[in-house]
């Protein structure tokens, strides 16, 4: 087959122009054949850029790759220093990402939400500011303020800023009920600090919420007793009805409540039972002189860390029966022997058996001089026979 030499246009043998090119063929046919064995370089202009094309577009990929891979790379590294609390890197990170990935929401939200979490910890830290200050209330609203620019977020680390929020807050309130304990509160204001510590989810509050109850305790014990000495029985049963609100398991209480009880009774039926014991002489002559019923043990007197006095003391049934509703009256003396003040404290619990110990313990709560408690008199009540 013969070509033109200068187009490679396919020819016949009797032309004498190329159709294409218009050139004149040579004469000798050989040429038009030898020419016709070579590559035709008009090809290589297509090829070529075919060729470039490819290269362009295998690397493009493999770039695109590349930027794909640095960008999740990017973002992962950003998410776990998140939730380590490094929020100004993470937010750097995840511009990084968006750097190299040009459409990735999820990387330009986080960075946006880095902002956010870096305001809590700007708030946390300003709410332990104003705690150190003893401004509470001021760094509580801040914690408030803080969790509520939260409530539309979830996520890791938003539990984590909650976590923390709420760690603040709890120390914020605990730090303000030191606070309030230490200027020697009123015994209605400690009813409600109760309240406040026993809200409070930290050791330290659960700590002082004892103790303020172990305080409401001793109050209401020794208020309702001086009521008691009165016989004025529905006051003293309405203090200790309250007391046992803030500690309905306290052995104390419980024991005072039953003796009021039956001291009321006692007291209704005082006459009666004289005239039942007035039937047989010889034996209410028994009862009465029945004087080694109870054997004192001990009865001491030491200041509290409230700087309050207080009155311990242990004494032992001896009697064959048991009795009930025993009191101990005592003497408070100074150094010179003389009787400051007298009281009448009733043992706990209410009912002793033979050989049974009962103790008995009351809080002068404006004695501040060191006392010696003497024991004065011991009344009991003894079961009919």
Request: aromatic share 10%; with cysteine; proline share 3%.
């Amino acid at each position: 087959m013969a070509h033109c030499p200068f187009c490679g246009t396919e020819v016949k043998q009797e032309e004498e122009y190329c159709i294409n090119c218009g050139k004149p063929l040579p004469n000798d046919l050989n040429e038009r054949m030898s020419k016709n064995q070579g590559f035709n370089k008009w090809w290589f202009v297509p090829i070529s850029g075919l060729f470039l094309a490819i290269i362009v577009f295998i690397g493009f990929y493999f770039f695109l790759s590349y930027q794909e891979n640095q960008a999740v790379e990017a973002y992962e590294k950003a998410e776990k220093i998140a939730v380590e609390g490094n929020f100004q890197q993470a937010k750097n990170l995840f511009k990084e990402a968006k750097e190299h990935k040009s459409y990735f929401p999820a990387a330009v939200q986080n960075a946006q939400f880095m902002d956010i979490a870096l305001s809590i910890q700007n708030q946390i830290q300003s709410a332990n500011k104003l705690m150190d200050e003893k401004a509470y209330q001021q760094g509580l609203k801040i914690t408030k303020q803080a969790e509520e620019d939260l409530q539309n977020y979830n996520g890791e680390v938003v539990d984590k800023l909650l976590e923390q929020l709420v760690k603040t807050r709890n120390e914020i309130k605990t730090a303000e009920l030191k606070n309030k304990l230490s200027q020697d509160p009123a015994i209605d204001d400690l009813k409600l600090l109760l309240w406040q510590a026993e809200s409070i989810q930290t050791d330290e509050a659960k700590s002082m919420a004892k103790e303020i109850r172990t305080r409401l305790v001793d109050f209401t014990y020794s208020t309702a007793n001086e009521s008691l000495k009165l016989k004025q029985f529905s006051d003293a049963m309405a203090i200790i009805e309250d007391g046992l609100r803030y500690a309905p398991e306290n052995e104390k209480l419980q024991s005072l409540k039953t003796t009021i009880e039956k001291e009321k009774v006692a007291f209704e039926t005082e006459q009666q039972k004289r005239i039942e014991q007035a039937i047989s002489a010889a034996e209410q002559e028994h009862e009465l002189n029945k004087n080694d019923a109870i054997e004192m043990v001990s009865i001491k007197s030491k200041k509290d860390e409230f700087g309050d006095l207080v009155v311990t003391g242990t004494l032992k049934s001896v009697a064959t029966v048991p009795i009930y509703s025993v009191s101990v009256s005592y003497n408070l003396l100074n150094g010179d022997g003389e009787v400051v003040e007298s009281n009448e404290v009733y043992v706990y619990p209410d009912t002793l058996y033979p050989d049974e110990e009962g103790h008995f313990e009351f809080t002068h709560y404006e004695v501040k001089e060191e006392l010696k408690a003497e024991v004065d008199q011991v009344k009991w009540f003894l079961d009919s026979p």
